[in-house]
């Protein structure tokens, strides 16, 4: 937190505690994550936004494809013994 930040949550009347960022941020999941890249591409699309050029919606796609593969990655086949425990 910034001291900015500290400073605004000692004043404040809310005395809720902060959320962690950290543990929310690994609660995504990847159906989420695509989901999310593929509504920033359609809004660009949608939008004819004159700043993003045709490197960047290359880029945008290169991470989807990139977060696809590390899923795929990530995933293994339990075996018949840890399905029964």
């Known amino acids: 937190m910034t001291d900015e930040e500290?400073?605004?949550?000692?004043?404040?009347e809310d005395t809720q505690e902060p959320e962690n960022n950290e543990e929310s941020e690994s609660l995504i999941k990847v159906k989420d994550a695509l989901e999310g890249l593929a509504n920033v591409v359609k809004y660009v699309q949608h939008n004819n936004l004159g700043g993003?050029?045709?490197?960047?919606m290359k880029t945008l796609n290169s991470l989807k494809h990139q977060i696809l593969r590390n899923d795929i990655e990530n995933?293994?086949?339990?075996s018949i013994i840890q399905y029964f425990q």
Do not use: A, L, P
């Open 52 to 56: 993003v050029d045709f490197v960047t």
């Open 6 to 12: 500290i400073v605004k949550f000692v004043n404040s």
């Open 75 to 78: 995933k293994h086949q339990s």
